[in-house]
């Protein structure tokens, strides 16, 4: 979709989708993807080229866009780096390293090359390191591993801790990136479609593989002013752990999550304006999210998938999908779900199709991973 804000913002209501016909020469499949470019020709700043990867590539892409630097280091001037606190989401971090490295490996030894770099590059606490390393920052850091809850689960990460006074305010976000082990990996569970993923559509046939990275800043209200700008009011956690890849039918852990976000919020179901489904096109995930969604919200709450421009980044969803919730209220939008053409006749949930104005007060947004790792997030605007 783009790089800064704004780009993402102008792809919202243009209806322009970040999806396209796959054009990676390391993958030979017939599906769309959502490939950030560019990715290819921006290394890492040379002082920390050891872990220069894709992922990384694409993690620092991100935290230079929209002024996020001097934020950080505006931060790290009122609490100090040691108060900041640093929880990142990934799926597969930096695995396309070690793909490439198995595909150059010594034909009579099979030892792989002396470039690689497993610590760096795919080891899970890569990305945390290198932001780490990036910002200068010397406070608690970690990585959340929950397939494509990842990056919302950092959210309820850093609020615990910022809670229990271990720092004074976070980074959170995460990073994803394209490689085989995905690609290939969903393709074998038949769960990849070969055009634009449809969410609720009743022709859905899988989803669309995309990348992304993202951050935001979190900080406590009476720590500064910050009127007018946007409120991570409360999260919800579950693992329903009913199978490894397929959700719970009815959706109990998904419902059980979204309840206890708005419990979290001292909110009532009846106040959320608008919520960021999960949507990732295929046949079980979204019929056992219409569902819940329908136990928790009934029929008249406004939802979509947004997945339709973004693809599903994975590890990167959930920070993904909060700025898009950002985005939408911000300009009190709802987005419709892009490719969706008719809408599942067994749906029950307020599923949007176009693009709709709206004054929106509260939105919750739904990531829910392998597993039955779930997460639901919601967010206003602090008044």
């Not at 793909?99 to 760096?120: C, I, N, Q, S």
């Not at 597993?371 to 206003?380: T, V």
Request: net charge negative.
């Amino acid at each position: 979709m783009g790089c800064e804000l704004k780009e993402h913002e102008q792809a919202l209501l243009n209806l322009r989708s970040g999806l396209s016909p796959c054009d990676l020469d390391f993958i030979s499949l017939d599906t769309c993807i959502g490939r950030v470019r560019g990715i290819e020709d921006s290394p890492v700043v040379d002082r920390l080229k050891e872990f220069d990867c894709r992922n990384n590539r694409l993690a620092q892409l991100a935290l230079q866009q929209d002024e996020f630097e001097q934020a950080v280091e505006n931060a790290k001037i009122r609490y100090g780096p040691e108060r900041i606190g640093l929880f990142l989401g990934t799926s597969t971090s930096g695995i396309l390293q070690t793909e490439m490295a198995y595909r150059h490996r010594d034909p009579a030894t099979g030892d792989l090359p002396k470039t690689y770099k497993y610590k760096e590059t795919q080891n899970n606490f890569s990305v945390v390191a290198f932001v780490k390393k990036y910002f200068k920052l010397e406070g608690p850091a970690l990585v959340v591993s929950t397939a494509c809850s990842s990056s919302a689960k950092v959210f309820a990460e850093a609020s615990r801790f910022i809670q229990s006074g271990f720092c004074d305010a976070a980074i959170v976000g995460g990073v994803d990136s394209l490689c085989q082990t995905t690609l290939y990996g969903f393709s074998s569970l038949e769960l990849v479609s070969s055009k634009p993923c449809r969410p609720a559509d009743p022709d859905r046939d899988g989803l669309s593989i995309g990348e992304a990275g993202g951050y935001a800043l979190l900080e406590k209200p009476e720590n500064g002013d910050f009127q007018n700008q946007i409120a991570f009011l409360g999260y919800g956690e579950s693992s329903d752990a009913y199978h490894m890849t397929s959700p719970q039918p009815e959706g109990r852990g998904m419902a059980q999550s979204m309840q206890m976000a708005l419990e979290c919020a001292g909110l009532k179901a009846n106040q959320i304006s608008y919520i960021n489904l999960h949507g990732t096109a295929t046949q079980t995930n979204d019929k056992a999210e219409d569902k819940a969604v329908v136990k928790i919200f009934g029929s008249s709450t406004p939802c979509s998938s947004t997945k339709g421009w973004t693809g599903h980044t994975l590890g990167a969803a959930g920070i993904a999908e909060a700025i898009i919730c950002a985005i939408c209220l911000n300009n009190n939008i709802i987005p419709g779900s892009l490719n969706t053409r008719v809408l599942d006749s067994d749906f029950g949930s307020n599923i949007i199709l176009e693009n709709r104005a709206e004054t929106l007060g509260y939105v919750l947004s739904n990531s829910f991973g392998f597993g039955g790792n779930n997460c639901s997030l919601i967010f206003g605007i602090y008044l």
